[in-house]
């Protein structure tokens, strides 16, 4: 079967099988969100979200689900695979998934207690595939962005089933999906140009302690 995306491209849709393993429940709370009729029609729409802590026996194994996956690690350490690698999920750090392609993550380092939420909309795969444009990988948060406060923002609405509740939600995982691909772009940019920066740094600074020397471009040159 097919589907398009919003950019009118066709994809393929893939069989569906889940696998999974919940180990200790106490401690997982969810929250699922009814669909509306606003629902499809909408960029972005939270399906379900929760904020879990698992113990080592926890893991889930998945393919061809029609939905996206935002996970973001608070403490312990999970381990996940995802296209042909493995990668580890550790404090601070967030995910983003197309669950129609394989992915499996579990517990490495118990507990691990992350917040998670599955979202559609006419535009999520198309964000998902821009901001794993360069390899799906966790992406280092710090304190540049509050996911907590995103979370928290959309918890909040999440049981509030009208048009501005579905509209709030639908900006909120729009701004938290921009905001995270402009941290990994500049993530990219850095490490590919950092070096060249430096180098210049360390030419002006040569040239600000020999301002009354006659520099040639020679001089410059070595120091890179």
């Not at 500049?186 to 002006?204: C, D, V």
Request: aromatic letters at 12%.
């Amino acid at each position: 079967m097919e589907r398009r995306c919003c950019c009118g491209a066709r994809e393929e849709r893939k069989s569906m099988f889940l696998r999974y393993e919940m180990g200790d429940q106490s401690l997982q709370r969810s929250c699922p969100v009814l669909k509306t009729r606003q629902t499809e029609i909408l960029p972005f729409a939270v399906t379900n979200l929760g904020d879990f802590t698992c113990d080592s026996t926890y893991f889930t194994r998945r393919q061809g689900l029609e939905e996206c996956l935002c996970l973001y690690t608070i403490s312990g350490e999970g381990t996940g695979e995802f296209e042909g690698k493995t990668v580890s999920l550790k404090p601070g750090e967030v995910l983003v998934l197309d669950c129609r392609e394989y992915q499996y993550y579990a517990t490495l380092r118990e507990p691990w207690h992350f917040l998670w939420f599955h979202f559609a909309g006419k535009c999520a795969f198309d964000y998902v595939r821009l901001l794993n444009s360069g390899g799906i990988g966790p992406i280092y948060l710090g304190n540049r962005i509050s996911f907590p406060s995103y979370y928290e923002k959309l918890y909040s609405h999440a049981a509030q089933l009208d048009l501005q509740g579905e509209l709030v939600m639908s900006a909120t995982l729009q701004n938290l999906l921009t905001d995270l691909i402009q941290l990994k772009n500049t993530e990219n940019f850095s490490a590919k140009y950092g070096r060249y920066r430096q180098e210049l740094e360390a030419s002006i600074s040569y040239m600000l302690e020999h301002f009354k020397e006659n520099l040639t471009v020679e001089q410059l040159a070595g120091l890179c």
